[in-house]
């Protein structure tokens, strides 16, 4: 996820996408998310399992921000909001 200016990315996990989403989107909690203005979904992976979702998010969150712009670009060059089309 990230801003309307794609300064700040996000990267996080879930169980419920839409639902997350929409918190993030309506500053239902407070933190990094809400505090940034991070409310735009630009990339999403699905996993089958908990232990698998885990480890691609430290992979991605110790990669560097030029890799995380690198993989959103590759699927979204134009860093749209993907929210509409996991609804």
Do not use: C, W
Not at 23 to 29: L, R, V
Not at 52 to 68: C, D, N, P, V, Y
Request: charged content about 30%.
């Amino acid at each position: 996820m990230t801003n309307h200016a794609n300064t700040v990315i996000y990267v996080g996990i879930t169980n419920n996408l839409q639902k997350r989403v929409f918190e993030h989107k309506n500053k239902i909690t407070y933190g990094f998310t809400s505090k940034y203005n991070i409310d735009k979904l630009v990339r999403y992976e699905i996993f089958q399992d908990p232990i698998s979702a885990i480890t691609r998010e430290k992979q991605i969150k110790g990669g560097s921000r030029r890799k995380k712009l690198e993989l959103i670009a590759k699927d979204n060059p134009n860093f749209e909001d993907l929210y509409s089309k996991i609804l």
